[in-house]
């Protein structure tokens, strides 16, 4: 498969928006192993394979295990994830897939409020929307994974 283009070199003016996104929501405080997993988990429901690549490879650069990625897809049948890493996970793919729902179900949001602040919400939900948005780049453009 062929990139498309290189939007980055083609508007670096416009990605700046992005970058700057980007830069606010990794610096909003959430712990960085979180911020990786909601990452990767956005990434593999919208079949992002340049991000996926990225996400895993920064997360076991942070510690994150391997097992932990392997079933990250099936999160809510493992014991590996703590209860506020459950309640984030669940809020990503309620927002991620939310053309599916058009809304977000109460207890998904109720069980994140038990794990998290107001602002921490704000700072999840700006990380959520961010990586969708990067995975929407990556995949109209045909962005290419590094090949090991």
Known sequence: ???????????????????????????????????????????????????????????????????????????????LYTPAERAALAWTEALTRIADTQHVADDIYEELTRHFNDREIVALTLLVNAINAWNRFALGFKSQHPVP
């Open 1 to 79: 498969m062929k990139s498309r283009m290189d939007y980055f070199k083609v508007a670096p003016d416009l990605m700046e928006a992005m970058l700057h996104m980007e830069k606010t929501a990794k610096g909003a405080g959430l712990d960085p192993l979180l911020y990786e997993l909601v990452k990767t988990r956005a990434s593999q429901i919208n079949g992002c394979a340049y991000c996926l690549h990225m996400h895993t490879a920064d997360a076991r650069k942070l510690g994150e295990t391997e097992m932990r990625l392997y079933l990250l897809s099936a999160w809510r049948e493992s014991s």
